[in-house]
């Protein structure tokens, strides 16, 4: 499972664990990093080594035999998220990667380029401002091509491109009113137009720190107003979304980038591109370039230039994929009741730890001014981000990475109680300080797996082992900041 990727996916030979720090085997600790990466399951690695067995017992897999199995997958998504069959999906070796493919759904042939307007560039993945410009992220493609990062991937696509960044948090981390972006983004796609431009928007939903925005409603105000000459793609990377949601945006023309190494608790790095079929009927051909990025059964065979990308296979990103929707469709078999129980107890041992170590919790979502009382959707409090410098200014990003790589048990001033190591999803860059300074955060996130093994656990249970974590993990945080100071 570390094949099929970039060089993120790679295993230290000193360390056995890749640069987000987990390895491709399941580990007994603390861990609530769903945020950054995950351990795949105990349950999903037995369900990859059964799959291996089918598909590749010599560790080979044929191409006809990849795009077969890729096919069951597509029809499994479609069921577990209850889409039509004529929903395309396009798999992808991160949520990095993601981006090519939205750059494929704005293609649009009469028009001179496209105007990439992303909300938040500090909130999404760090490479994705590569990617979203038609260029590589990293030195490594999925197929083992060795590139450059921040080089093209095609020269006349990332000439034709123009990244644009809307805000959304206000220099003191709360996120901005969705009317406020509302303006930012028709501004930015009533110029694209006038200059003969496809505007590709990209909607949050789930960013690093579970921002949601724009609201739907102002995405149907884009709608009316600019038709179909504005594409759109909901950054849902974070898979932090329910299906209701899912199905709302693709009515609305939005294609959907979900992956199922975060909330759904697989492996880094895989994911998927959820496409409405009104999208596919505009979109022009698969891009130049893509042939380094993607193999030819990642795409539907009715898309435009798919011929052209290789006929190879990506067992590695198979497996990702397979683990992943493993857990997905066990999380889908539970009552929302049981989903709502165990995010409530989460809910209330987080504030105990935010207040007991005296910092605070950032609003999650971008709510507008007649809408104090809004009510968050579930899947969007499993993540709570909290913010370190309101115990002291001097708590900042780096302190807080410090921090990060300490839990994580690279410390070099370990106690007996720091044996079991703590995963938290990194710090975030999203709480600007009066001298420029970005102010120290810490995110705690729930995953899937998490949700299914809380579901079996009665209350009283459940309570106290979420309190016992983070008990311990509040013990670790004071003694670092302690040391720090």
């Keep these: 499972m570390t094949d099929g990727g970039d060089e993120r996916i790679l295993i ?39 799959r291996m067995l089918e598909l590749a017992p010599g560790f080979v897999l044929e191409p006809a035999a990849y795009a077969r199995a890729l096919d069951a997958l597509r029809m499994r998504l479609r069921k577990s998220w ?9 798999f992808a070796a991160s949520g990095t990667d993601l981006e ?53 991937i095609d ?35 009533t110029a694209a137009i006038a200059g003969g431009r496809q505007p590709l928007v990209h909607v949050v939903h789930g960013s690093k720190t579970g921002l949601v925005l724009p609201s739907l409603s102002h995405i149907d105000a884009l709608r009316r107003r600019f038709g179909d000459r504005v594409s759109f793609v909901v950054d849902a990377c974070q898979a932090r979304i329910s299906r209701d949601m899912v199905s709302a945006y693709l009515s609305r023309g939005c294609t959907v980038f979900l992956t199922g190494s975060k909330y759904m608790g697989g492996p880094p790095f895989s994911g998927f591109a959820l496409i409405p079929h009104m999208v596919t009927e505009r979109s022009g051909q698969i891009p130049g370039g893509f042939d380094r990025i993607f193999c030819r059964a990642d795409w539907p065979d009715h898309w435009q230039g798919r011929e052209n990308l290789p006929e190879r296979s990506n067992l590695g990103l198979l ?34 730890l935010t207040s007991r170590i005296g910092a605070r919790r950032l609003t999650p979502i971008g709510l507008s001014e007649n809408d104090g009382q809004h009510v968050l959707p579930l899947e969007i409090r499993t993540l709570a981000t909290i913010d370190l410098s309101e115990i002291d200014p001097r708590y900042d990003y780096d302190h807080a990475r410090r921090l990060y790589l300490a839990l994580a ?42 949700m299914v093994a809380f579901a079996a656990m009665d209350t009283a249970t459940l309570r106290r082992r979420l309190a016992d974590d983070m008990i311990r993990i509040a013990t670790r945080i004071e003694r670092f900041l302690e040391r720090e100071l």
């Design 319 to 352: 497996l990702r994929l397979e683990a992943s929707l493993f857990e997905l469709e066990l999380y889908h078999r539970l009552h929302p009741a049981e989903i709502k129980r165990s995010i409530d107890l989460f809910e209330e041992e987080v504030n105990a």
């Design 155 to 189: 020269a006349g696509l990332a000439a034709s491109i123009r990244l644009l960044d809307v805000p959304i948090r206000s220099d003191k981390g709360q996120p901005l009113p969705s009317e406020d972006v509302l303006l930012d983004v028709a501004s930015m796609v």
């Design 409 to 450: 048990g690279q410390d070099q001033d370990q106690t007996v109680q720091d044996l079991f190591a703590v995963r938290l999803g990194q710090p975030a860059r999203c709480i600007k300080m009066a001298d420029g300074r970005y102010g120290g955060t810490i995110r705690i996130g729930l995953s899937m797996p998490q």
């Design 82 to 90: 209850q889409v039509p069959p004529t929903v395309d999906i396009v």
């Design 12 to 50: 230290d030979p000193v360390t056995g664990l890749n640069r987000y720090m987990t390895a491709p085997r399941p580990q007994n600790l603390i861990a609530y990093s769903s945020s950054t990466a995950n351990f795949i399951s105990g349950p999903a690695m037995a369900e990859v080594q059964r």
């Design 100 to 152: 090519y493919v939205g750059l494929a759904t704005a293609c649009r042939p009469g028009l001179s380029g496209i105007d990439n307007i992303l909300l938040g560039i500090d909130e999404v993945g760090s490479g994705c401002i590569h990617s979203a410009s038609g260029c590589h992220f990293a030195s490594m493609t999925p197929l083992g091509d060795q590139v450059e990062a921040g080089q093209p």
